[in-house]
C-alpha cells in the first residue's frame, strides 16, 4: 500500500490540480512545474507551430482554492452536529 499511496502523491497528475501531483500543490511546486512546461511548450511551438490549434500556446491551468478527499467539518457546523 505504501508503494501506491507514493506513486499516487508523487506520479499521478491529477486534471483537478491542473495536472499536477499531489506532492507539486502540497510542497508548492507547481510554479516551477508549470515554468518547465511552458520552457517545452516554447520550444514546440518554435519547431512546429502548426501542431498547436488556433496558432496559440495552451492556457495555463487554474488551481483549485482547495482540495479535499474529506472536507473537514467547520467548526459552526461541528457544534451544530454536537448539539
Given amino acids: ?3 501506491f ?10 486534471s ?5 501531483t499531489p506532492a507539486d500543490v502540497h510542497f508548492g511546486m507547481t510554479g516551477h512545474v508549470d515554468d518547465q512546461r511552458l ?11 502548426e501542431r498547436f490549434g488556433k ?5 495555463k491551468m487554474l488551481l483549485p482554492e482547495a ?3 474529506n472536507e473537514p467539518i ?3 457546523e461541528g457544534e451544530k452536529m454536537l448539539a
Fill in 74 to 76: 467547520k467548526q459552526e
Fill in 55 to 59: 496558432n496559440r500556446l495552451p492556457k
Fill in 16 to 20: 483537478g490540480l491542473g495536472f499536477h
Fill in 39 to 49: 520552457a517545452a511548450l516554447e520550444k514546440a511551438w518554435a519547431e512546429h507551430p
Fill in 1 to 3: 500500500m505504501g508503494r
Fill in 67 to 69: 482540495a479535499w478527499i
Fill in 5 to 14: 499511496v507514493h506513486a499516487y502523491n508523487t506520479e499521478h497528475r491529477q
